[in-house]
DNA sequence: CGATTCCATGGAATCGATTCCACGGCCCTA
DNA sequence: TAGGGCCGTGGAATCGATTCCATGGAATCG
């Protein structure tokens, strides 16, 4: 069953050279004769031979492997940045171990406990919740780390994230001048800083623009497609319904279209939707939506070059990247007037 | 910098006993007094201890890892897939190791190679080509393996697949009852084989239900939104134009159906557009799409139990899992009949 | 031409856990 | 009471690669 297991030792014999030499060959080491590295190589392709990575790593203490964790892969946000954060470290030679938290702490933990003991080279994580221990545990053991989309408030360590603010005023604003009063948020868990910083962008937008500042209008959701239905069930039971919705991601921003489609309601005439996030297929639906869209490909590049910085024991700075408005159809026009 | 490293060592001398006893106690190993599990415990939990996998696997050959290699996760059908997968494995104790093929042969062999230097204990992999290198040395190690979404001819591994072939018939006939009888197909790559099984299904079917055969209907896509967009202009290009366009898979789908958004065709009245897949907001869009329906998740649960069962020494069976059409409003009128 | 430096090489220690083996204490039975 | 079996424990070997250190031969310089 389990066929022949190749060592180094069998290619320096067949070789005709010591482990050491061969082992100097295949990790690339200068001080080695091309005749010797010539017949190491040669040996190594015949035998199929495939280095021992944990024998690698044990004694050299250094791995190829970062960590990613991410909250749900199934969220097309964080299936793209994943993507591009993988791309880019198989670029630099890491490969990637994903850790999905599933929006959970428990599995978030999980995750950075099983980071820790296959002694990653780095860490790029998506956090919730304030600094649990596995994740102090994970920074005092200095494994390098960056944080991405999420930072975690007291914890001072380099980031990518997306400066939501300026997005969510800019759809408050827009919302409001089509004469929008009662706008209905669906924010994310106040476990995330996300769902944190944009609820309170959003709080404050709302009020300089002159919005209803009723806390009804407020649904705080899980940024999962469930709650956003939700969400909008809520709205929409209320004695003064919201003429417009803002959805905090786009998983929540699908599940209340959902809900509202099957309620009969029509999408940019009898209720505006805006959503956190740009999916390729928004602008196709009936209504094409009008997002507050970020750059996810920039983000998961910026955060490996982040983390090859701190592994290579650079202190790089945090980055901001811009998010921006994106009008189309689903705030086309302005609120039918209340009925009351 | 770098905190100090915590070895079994100091666990077992904070608890006054020998690094064998503590590690028996820490891998759960019967042979050990109540007193010495207690004492090992608590020296274990005070100093942080964080077993190192790579010494651990090192030398018990077995790890608790497990490669998943998909072409790539954007695809939501994929990312689904991981997610299931991924639960499945954690809640056996295993975590998974998340390879992105990219639709790449290169890529998928350099994922593989990383997995056998790993020793993974297992392997589920969505393959592409006809047996890779890499892919063979997989195979030649022993290592479990099992195929999940596809297979490859002339390698005998459990897999979990979907019968593409009764959906795709139930497609054409659905569209040959409905009047049409020129229908565009947009393949997938005829390096997979569920690319080859789904065309190979439909131009049976086609032939079948009495379609035209013009083979000038078929473009051969990648399964990228951008070929589905491509095999839309390819379509509409035609002196003869399709009046249905069926693609096989939903990235494909996506694609097309911008590209015939954007030319102002309008999906349901004017072409009949079904998906291989069915994602969470198919039914949101303007025309609800008609899909051709299986379930990922029981397929990554499924990969997961088949993969324990090879990994216990068992031969276990391939599952073949159903797909079904569900009709929606993207095919619900006859076609117009051809101005030509 | 002798002394010094340089460099490729091999031997052996090492990383941190697991596990084989031997040992000693205890209980049970003859 | 003596002998056999059982069980928890510690010492030491081991997994497969890397890397320190010593060595010997070639090259360089005065």
């Known amino acids: 069953m389990t066929g022949p297991v190749i060592t180094i030792k069998d290619v320096a014999a067949l070789a005709g ?15 080695t004769s091309s005749e010797a590295m010539a017949k190491v190589i040669a040996a190594a392709s015949k035998l199929g031979y495939h280095p021992n990575a944990q024998a690698r790593a044990l004694r050299s203490t250094r791995t190829n492997v970062v960590g990613l964790l991410v909250s749900d892969v199934r969220n097309p946000f964080f299936a793209n940045l994943a993507h591009a954060a993988e791309q880019a470290a198989l670029s630099k030679g890491l490969v990637t171990l994903l850790g999905n938290a599933n ?3 428990e599995q978030q933990d999980r995750y950075l406990d099983t980071f820790i003991s296959q002694r990653v080279a780095g860490v790029i994580a998506a956090p919730q919740g304030d600094g649990s ?9 200095g494994i390098p780390t960056v944080f991405v989309d999420r930072t975690v408030d007291g914890i001072d360590v380099p980031s990518v994230t997306t400066n939501s603010d300026s997005g969510i005023r800019q759809a408050v604003e827009h919302l409001a001048r089509q004469g929008h ?3 209905g948020y669906i924010a994310g868990p106040e ?14 937008a709302a009020h300089d623009f002159g919005l209803s500042e009723d806390p009804a209008l407020t649904f705080i959701g899980d940024f999962q497609p469930a709650s956003g239905a939700a969400g909008a069930r809520h709205l929409l039971a209320l004695p003064q319904r919201p003429t417009a919705v803002l959805a905090a ?7 209340a279209l959902s809900t509202l489609t099957r309620e009969g309601i029509r999408i940019g005439s009898d209720m505006a939707l805006i959503a956190f996030d740009d999916l390729e297929w928004f602008p196709l639906l009936d209504a094409p939506l009008t997002v507050i869209a970020h750059d996810v490909e920039v983000m998961g590049r910026t955060a490996v070059q982040l983390l090859l910085d701190v592994i290579d024991g650079r202190r790089p700075e945090s980055v901001v990247l811009p998010s921006e408005l994106i009008v189309r159809a ?7 007037r209340q009925v009351s």
Do not use: C, H, K, W
């Open 17 to 31: 050279v010591s482990p050491a030499t061969a082992s100097r060959v295949l990790s690339g080491n200068p001080a």
């Open 103 to 105: 929006e959970s702490i």
């Open 133 to 141: 221990p596995s994740l102090r545990a994970v920074l005092e053991r």
């Open 181 to 183: 009063s009662r706008v």
């Open 191 to 204: 476990t995330t800083s996300t769902g944190r910083e944009r609820l309170r962008s959003f709080a404050q």
């Open 249 to 255: 991601d786009s998983p929540m921003a699908v599940g």
């Open 330 to 336: 689903s705030t086309g026009t302005p609120p039918r």
